[in-house]
């Protein structure tokens, strides 16, 4: 196929899979878009659901209160049972009027009617009959029933909690918090429904009562661990710190201690001194900062939506626009390069290849072209005559940074490794001993009076005193230990994986070899020198190369510090 042809054929290829790609980016923004919208408003479906749950919370107050209540029978407490009713019914009746907007299973919520129908019946019928008649069962039976509206409350928006998360991930970890204050709401109330029947009687609590309250306050407890573990940006947000402290301060410090209070008075055999709805009066208003937390989370969370809403329209404009810049460029580059490139390069094709296969023996021909072409041959030329010479400057570039490195990494004075290069194969064998499970040993030591062989036979003895010890302690040590100068007159040595009792040995046996070993200085002078040792050793996850030059450190101050030509240990 000649080279117009496949250029042709190149050209409509690549056009229609930038046509392609063009098309799935809009697509995929335009998706982006459209979800962002309803997403939105499953949030809002959302935080209707959760309206819902708290006022089916709340109307289990003034039920407590009317169930307590004596005959005959208090009219406001009455009243502010129906006033919640109302609150329930009507914060419902939005519910499922957003449910059929959206074109959702509005039936959903017929689960929740028929048991909020059945609660309610049980409670009036019970509130009608004598204190008397009031029996633990009976009370406990109706408590229950209301208990179980909340989560068919919220169960009725669950599929929607999750389009929310899978629409704004950003926003997932808030949601699962104001999903959170939602339960704390209700385990909250549970809390305080659980002394309606010893209230009501009034009896003492039973030791089933005491182990219920513990449950529930455990339950709380952990949802409040929950909501105070942080886990996105919003936790440090000051709405939603001053929220948090509020509900600590409010709910666990009064609402708590009020809790306590007849737990206490039950204990001791007081009376409680208040029937079910004082009670209900004092606690409910503690549980209102739950509530104002779990608004603030919704409140950034709609914000957040918002924002990604607005993000989602803007690059969907911005696709659009680069869309359109993308297929003008392309059509326009096409054309240059036909004209410009794809003529000329065809009666220059074989240099190419030729050049392109790596033979080097020919000059390509037609440099003298006045055109770019003959730029491309010309330049090709000089490629071929700059590739010999680069060949031979990488040879010798390569054998220089193998003795720069060699040189970098070794002692200039005894021929073994130095500080940094010691540093580098002790943290590369480091994170050998935690993958294994093994120990790791560093043995630190220097000479001792090094200062009294360089005043007393000059800087040269002291020369010759550290590379005799460099060879005796080299050839002393087995492959794989590793010795190092550290510093001055100051050596460490890295055995193989050991504990500190193998590490100990190693380094009293490279005392007594250095001990033992005379050294005749160029004057004919004998000398024999000895070393301080410390010895430390590191395992676990948590070791550092650091932490354990720092032990062996310190033990080798202590080897100085008892007498010198000694072997410590870490303590």
Same mark, same amino acid.
């Given at each position: 196929?000649?080279?117009?042809?496949?250029?042709?054929?190149?050209?409509?290829?690549?056009?229609?899979?930038?046509?392609?790609?063009?098309?799935?980016?809009?697509?995929?923004?335009?998706?982006?878009?459209?979800?962002?919208? !309803?997403?939105?408003?499953?949030?809002?479906?959302?935080?209707?659901?959760?309206?819902?749950?708290?006022?089916?919370?709340?109307?289990?107050?003034?039920?407590?209160? $009317?169930?307590?209540?004596?005959?005959?029978?208090?009219?406001?407490?009455?009243?502010?049972?129906?006033?919640?009713?109302?609150? !329930?019914?009507?914060?419902?009746?939005?519910?499922?009027?957003?449910?059929?907007?959206?074109?959702?299973?509005?039936?959903?919520?017929?689960?929740?009617?028929?048991?909020? &129908?059945?609660?309610?019946?049980?409670?009036?019928?019970?509130?009608?009959?004598?204190?008397?008649?009031?029996?633990?069962? /009976?009370?406990?039976?109706? %408590?229950?029933?209301?208990?179980?509206?909340?989560?068919?409350?919220?169960?009725?928006?669950?599929?929607?909690?999750?389009?929310?998360?899978?629409?704004?991930?950003?926003?997932?970890?808030?949601?699962?918090?104001?999903?959170?204050?939602?339960?704390?709401?209700?385990?909250?109330? =549970?809390?305080?429904?659980?002394?309606?029947?010893?209230?009501?009687?009034?009896?003492?609590?039973?030791?089933?009562?005491?182990?219920?309250?513990?449950?529930?306050? &455990?339950?709380?407890?952990?949802?409040?661990?929950?909501?105070?573990?942080?886990?996105?940006?919003?936790?440090?947000?000051?709405? +939603?710190?001053?929220? *948090?402290?509020?509900?600590?301060? +409010?709910?666990?410090?009064?609402?708590?201690?009020?809790?306590?209070?007849?737990?206490?008075?039950?204990?001791?055999?007081?009376?409680? &001194?208040?029937?079910?709805?004082?009670?209900?009066?004092?606690?409910?208003?503690?549980?209102?900062?739950?509530?104002?937390?779990?608004? *603030?989370?919704?409140?950034?969370?709609?914000?957040?939506?918002?924002?990604?809403?607005?993000?989602?329209?803007?690059?969907?404009?911005?696709?659009?626009? *680069?869309?359109?810049? %993308?297929?003008?460029?392309?059509?326009?580059?096409?054309?240059?390069?036909?004209?410009?490139?794809? +003529?000329?390069?065809?009666?220059?094709?074989?240099?190419?290849? =030729?050049?392109?296969?790596?033979?080097?023996?020919?000059?390509?021909?037609?440099?003298?072209?006045?055109?770019? %072409?003959?730029?491309?041959?010309?330049?090709?030329? !000089?490629?071929?005559?700059?590739?010999?010479?680069?060949?031979?400057?990488?040879? @010798? /570039? $390569?054998?220089?940074?193998?003795?720069? /490195?060699?040189?970098?990494?070794?002692?200039?004075?005894?021929?073994?490794?130095?500080?940094?290069?010691?540093?580098?194969?002790?943290?590369? /064998?480091?994170?050998?001993?935690?993958?294994?499970?093994?120990?790791?040993?560093?043995?630190?030591?220097?000479?001792?009076?090094?200062? #009294?062989?360089?005043?007393?036979?000059?800087?040269?003895?002291?020369?010759?005193?550290?590379?005799?010890?460099?060879? $005796?302690?080299?050839?002393?040590?087995?492959?794989?230990?590793?010795?190092?100068?550290?510093?001055?007159?100051?050596?460490? +040595?890295?055995?193989?994986?050991?504990?500190? @009792?193998?590490?100990?040995?190693?380094?009293?046996?490279?005392?007594?070899?250095? #001990?033992?070993?005379?050294?005749?200085?160029?004057?004919?002078? %004998?000398?024999?020198?000895?070393?301080?040792?410390?010895?430390?050793?590191?395992?676990?996850?948590?070791?550092?190369?650091?932490?354990?030059?720092?032990?062996?450190?310190?033990?080798?101050?202590?080897?100085?510090?008892?007498?010198?030509?000694?072997?410590?240990?870490?303590?």
């Amino acid at each position: 196929m000649r080279l117009t042809r496949l250029f042709t054929l190149a050209s409509a290829v690549l056009a229609l899979l930038v046509c392609g790609m063009l098309g799935r980016l809009l697509w995929g923004e335009w998706e982006h878009y459209r979800a962002a919208g !309803t997403g939105h408003h499953t949030l809002q479906l959302m935080q209707r659901a959760m309206v819902a749950a708290e006022k089916l919370s709340y109307e289990r107050g003034p039920v407590n209160a $009317v169930l307590g209540d004596h005959l005959p029978a208090d009219p406001a407490r009455h009243a502010r049972l129906l006033r919640a009713r109302a609150d !329930t019914d009507l914060a419902l009746a939005q519910l499922r009027q957003d449910l059929a907007a959206d074109a959702g299973p509005a039936t959903a919520l017929a689960p929740l009617y028929d048991a909020l &129908g059945a609660a309610r019946l049980t409670v009036d019928q019970l509130a009608a009959l004598p204190p008397a008649e009031r029996t633990p069962e /009976r009370l406990d039976a109706a %408590i229950e029933r209301m208990f179980q509206l909340v989560p068919l409350a919220l169960n009725a928006v669950t599929s929607y909690t999750r389009a929310s998360e899978q629409v704004y991930p950003r926003i997932a970890r808030i949601l699962m918090k104001a999903r959170l204050t939602v339960e704390l709401r209700e385990f909250a109330g =549970r809390l305080g429904s659980a002394l309606t029947v010893p209230l009501a009687a009034p009896r003492p609590l039973t030791e089933a009562d005491h182990q219920r309250l513990q449950f529930l306050r &455990g339950r709380i407890e952990q949802l409040r661990q929950l909501i105070k573990i942080p886990s996105s940006d919003i936790d440090s947000e000051p709405r +939603v710190l001053a929220a *948090v402290a509020r509900m600590d301060e +409010v709910y666990f410090a009064a609402g708590q201690r009020l809790v306590a209070e007849v737990e206490q008075a039950s204990r001791a055999g007081r009376a409680y &001194g208040m029937d079910t709805g004082q009670f209900a009066q004092r606690y409910v208003p503690c549980m209102a900062p739950i509530l104002a937390l779990r608004d *603030v989370l919704l409140q950034e969370a709609q914000t957040q939506a918002l924002q990604d809403y607005e993000a989602a329209r803007h690059e969907l404009v911005l696709a659009l626009l *680069v869309g359109a810049a %993308i297929l003008l460029a392309l059509t326009l580059l096409l054309a240059i390069v036909r004209r410009r490139v794809v +003529v000329p390069l065809l009666r220059a094709t074989r240099a190419v290849v =030729r050049l392109g296969n790596g033979d080097f023996s020919m000059p390509p021909s037609g440099a003298r072209r006045d055109d770019e %072409i003959g730029d491309m041959l010309r330049a090709l030329a !000089t490629l071929r005559a700059n590739s010999m010479d680069r060949q031979r400057l990488e040879q @010798e /570039r $390569v054998r220089l940074i193998e003795e720069l /490195r060699l040189r970098a990494d070794t002692d200039y004075l005894t021929g073994i490794l130095n500080r940094r290069a010691f540093t580098a194969a002790g943290n590369l /064998r480091l994170r050998g001993a935690r993958d294994q499970g093994e120990s790791l040993a560093v043995i630190l030591f220097d000479v001792d009076h090094f200062k #009294s062989v360089n005043d007393s036979y000059g800087h040269d003895a002291g020369d010759q005193v550290l590379i005799r010890i460099a060879e $005796v302690v080299r050839d002393s040590l087995r492959d794989g230990e590793i010795v190092a100068r550290y510093g001055g007159e100051e050596f460490v +040595v890295m055995p193989t994986y050991c504990g500190l @009792e193998a590490a100990h040995a190693l380094a009293e046996r490279l005392r007594e070899a250095i #001990s033992r070993e005379p050294l005749t200085l160029s004057d004919g002078h %004998i000398l024999r020198v000895t070393a301080s040792f410390g010895v430390a050793v590191a395992h676990g996850p948590h070791a550092a190369l650091d932490d354990l030059f720092h032990a062996a450190d310190l033990a080798l101050y202590r080897a100085k510090r008892n007498g010198r030509n000694r072997v410590e240990q870490q303590a």
